[in-house]
């Protein structure tokens, strides 16, 4: 009967225990998920400045970008504006930071969070198997 009462506190403990740690985490560990979404933020920069180079070489020979590519771009330039705008949001606190707002930290926290999961998504995106661009069809200009 003690095997019964202790696998049944222990499934429950389970199932409570993990999601309340989880919505903890984003009150106490403000600072890392806002530090987690800067560092996300500069990686997916540079993916995309080292893309940018790709495109306008593309560009410059001639060819036309893959409609793929320009919604990647897109995409990232979406959830960078989102995302700093997010970190902008950091700043606005009671007294310059000397009285956090706790909700206000923890709703910041649970978004810079959620914002740093949709940039590594869009970072495993960013391979195009058929390259950036493609030769564009000559004109048939009489």
């Known amino acids: 009967m003690t095997d019964i009462v202790i696998t049944v506190a222990a499934k429950v403990s389970e199932y409570l225990v ?12 403000y600072r890392s998920h806002m530090d987690e979404l800067d560092k996300k933020i500069q990686e997916l920069g540079r993916v995309r400045g080292d893309l940018q180079i790709t495109i306008d070489a593309a560009i410059r020979s001639g060819d036309e970008i893959r409609p793929i590519v320009q919604d990647w771009l897109t995409r990232v330039d979406g959830i960078t504006g989102q995302a700093e705008e997010l970190m902008k949001d950091e700043n606005k ?17 649970r978004e810079a969070d959620e914002k740093a999961h949709v940039i590594v998504q869009i970072q495993k995106d960013h391979n195009f198997p058929n390259g950036v661009s493609y030769r564009a069809p000559p004109s048939n200009k009489q």
């Open 18 to 29: 993990a999601p309340i740690g989880h919505q903890l985490s984003y009150l106490f560990c």
């Open 93 to 109: 606190s009671c007294l310059n930071g000397w009285c956090p707002n706790l909700k206000s930290h923890y709703l910041l926290s």
